[in-house]
């Protein structure tokens, strides 16, 4: 079955950088985009950036454009997201999730909590 | 500030009908993209609930539907069972923004 499996969570202190990974099985990586949202503790998703797996080209959502980068390697058929200059609003479980039907995301990673804190 | 806005929370008796509304503008769901519904159960990962307005993926009962006017969606939910009780989000696309977006969250309480 289509799975997107996260790595585990990571406490950071601020001024540091975090590289999330997602490794997507069940299906052919190269052929759907691949999306990051985040939620900070109580509060709603955002939508981070989206990553083309098969030619590698991104878009960064306006808020963290300078801050985060997105990578794959079809290799391993894995994704992975690098925020940098951590700070406390950071702090938030990250997902990882497969582009599908018209434009939903229709199956997510299990999210990954990130803690910023000194 | 979402780009798109629901209520907080909705509430209903089980058995009844609900509705989540879920407000936009030109840029987005007026400008003809596509609605998304989630549902986000505490402590894990939302699951895509409606698609493409108002199309399940498989598996979702036909309780949840989903409707699109002007630059407002709404999903309905129908037989209200006390498990439908979680948190819901719209989500769609802004040509704006160029970014993907999503509403606030409705929190549905099951009374």
């Known amino acids: 079955q289509v799975q997107l499996v996260q790595s585990g969570a990571e406490v950071k202190k601020p001024g540091a950088s975090v590289t999330v990974s997602c490794e997507a099985s069940?299906?052919?990586?190269?052929?759907?985009?691949m999306h990051w949202v985040r939620q900070a503790p109580g509060q709603g998703l955002e939508w981070m950036g989206i990553?083309?797996?098969?030619?590698?080209?991104?878009n960064y959502a306006q808020k963290f454009q300078g801050r985060v980068t997105m990578t794959r390697d079809t290799s391993t058929s894995t994704v992975y997201m690098e925020l940098s200059s951590l700070r406390s609003e950071d702090t938030a479980v990250y997902y990882c999730?497969?582009?599908?039907?018209?434009?939903?995301?229709?199956?997510w990673g299990q999210g990954t909590l990130v803690t910023v804190s000194s | 500030q979402s780009v798109l806005t629901q209520p907080p929370s909705v509430s209903g008796a089980p058995g009844q009908r609900v509705t989540i509304s879920c407000t936009g503008g030109n840029s987005n769901i007026g400008a003809g993209f596509d609605v998304h519904w989630y549902r986000q159960f505490p402590g894990t990962a939302p699951k895509l609930l409606v698609y493409?307005?108002?199309k399940r993926p498989s598996g979702v009962p036909d309780r949840f539907s989903g409707s699109k006017s002007g630059t407002s969606a709404s999903l309905a939910i129908t037989g209200l069972q006390a498990e439908d009780e979680a948190d819901y989000y719209c989500q769609s696309h802004d040509s704006s923004l160029r970014a993907w977006v999503f509403g606030g969250g409705t929190k549905l309480i099951v009374l």
């Open positions: 493409g307005t108002n």
């Open positions: 999730a497969k582009d599908g039907w018209q434009g939903a995301f229709d199956v």
């Open positions: 069940g299906y052919t990586f190269t052929r759907y985009y």
């Open positions: 990553i083309d797996p098969s030619g590698g080209s991104t």
